[in-house]
């Protein structure tokens, strides 16, 4: 396995928003990674050259962990490089004392919906009309996974 994790670093804005930008269709600037890593946790998958080539960004407070923003560059995806972050995020977030995980993904982001069914997540949730898309608008689904 060429990529490794390691935590994520201020430095490393730049690079997730990049990721970040090649589609979500609402990413976050340069600036918004920088404060939420100041503030949350984060992981990042670096190839053989320290290049980012995915990111996990999460909150564990008061018991629970909450995933933030996941996503792995397009080049780099099935490879398995998501479900190892969320598996470390989950893992150092129990460690903290969480026991249970949420998060929100849009309703038409099938590849993110079965990365998180395969991890154990299920629907228990929809925010209407929560995420812009380029014709209008899309439902959020809230997930959460027992840890
Ligand atoms: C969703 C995303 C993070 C998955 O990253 P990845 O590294 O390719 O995912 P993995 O290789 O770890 O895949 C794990 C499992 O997720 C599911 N999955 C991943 N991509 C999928 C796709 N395009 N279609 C269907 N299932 C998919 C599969 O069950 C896969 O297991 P498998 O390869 O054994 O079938 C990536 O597509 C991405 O960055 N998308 C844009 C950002 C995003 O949507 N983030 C989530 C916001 S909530």
Known sequence: MPESLSLARLTDAARF?????????????????????????????????????????????????????????VSARRRGIARRLLDAAITDAVSEGARRCLLEVRDSNTAARALYAGAGFVVD??????????????DALLMSCDL
Do not use: H, M, Q
Request: proline share 4%.
């Open 17 to 73: 928003a990049a990721i970040d930008a090649e589609t979500n269709p609402s990413p976050w600037s340069e600036e918004a990674f920088r404060e939420s890593l100041g503030r949350s946790r984060g992981f990042a998958a670096r190839d053989e050259a320290g290049v980012v080539l995915g990111f996990v960004v999460y909150t564990a407070v008061a018991g629970a962990c909450e995933i933030l923003e996941l996503a792995v560059t």
């Open 125 to 138: 949730g929809r925010r209407k009309s929560y995420y812009r898309t380029p014709e209008g608008r899309e």
